[in-house]
């Protein structure tokens, strides 16, 4: 079936710029994850939404950094006034919670790599 | 706070094993899980282990959990080419709410 998906794959854009990069989960997976892949902090958690719960944005960097969940499904994690330091990867990952042995196992969509100028 | 560790590099021929090690502070992680990142991709899942289980073993992988040292292992038989890729080693923080990664193994398989 199909795995998780990110759009854009790649975004440019100018310091103090706003963007928004998308997330499709995995079709039926409740929990939602967001993280930062950068060459010198690694693999960062930035937010988890799991249905209809509050978010724990406990990762987010700073209060430029907001994500929405939709429907529970589709999210969105929008940066506002984009800075040099965000350049990144931005993965996204989903997971099934409440079943058997390993579904709390989160799967990982591709990325989305951001160059701030 | 939570914490884990790994070595940054190992290099081995085609054909050995290849052994990666991790450590990790939390004790109360249920699962621990070794994912795979090939260049310019995303991360896909290798496998996972319980936290009460000891080894478990998948084809050419197997890992083996020392929880009283908080030591993790992936072994990988017959290394291939192919499965030269960076190796990230994580456990879940105490909230459930993320996975906490090590900063990753690049392994390089040689010819």
């Known amino acids: 079936g199909a795995g998780v998906s990110q759009s854009p794959s790649n975004k440019v854009t100018e310091k103090g710029k706003d963007v928004e990069l998308r997330c499709d989960p995995i079709s039926g997976h409740t929990a939602l994850y967001w993280y930062r892949q950068s060459l010198g902090q690694g693999l960062e958690f930035l937010i988890y939404f799991q249905g209809n719960s509050a978010p724990d944005k406990s990762g987010l960097p700073s209060d430029r950094f907001s994500a929405e969940r939709t429907g529970g499904s589709v999210s969105t994690l929008t940066i506002q006034r984009t800075q040099q330091e965000d350049s990144a990867v931005y993965l996204c990952a989903s997971s099934l919670w409440g079943g058997d042995e390993g579904t709390d196992t989160q799967y990982f969509g591709p990325g989305t790599r951001l160059t701030v100028l | ?111």
């Open chain 2, 1 to 111: 706070g939570e914490d884990v560790e790994q070595s940054l590099f190992l290099s081995v021929r085609e054909g050995d094993s290849s052994v990666i090690n991790c450590t990790y502070t939390d004790s109360s992680s249920t699962y621990l899980y070794w994912y795979k990142q090939e260049p310019g991709a995303g991360l896909q899942l290798l496998t996972y282990i319980f936290s009460n289980m000891d080894m478990k073993q998948d084809q050419r992988l197997t890992v083996l959990l020392n929880k009283k040292d908080k030591h993790l292992s992936l072994r990988i038989a017959d290394t291939q080419t192919g499965d030269s890729a960076i190796y990230f080693c994580a456990e879940t923080n105490q909230a459930g709410t993320a996975l906490i990664f090590g900063k990753g193994t690049t392994l390089s398989v040689s010819s």
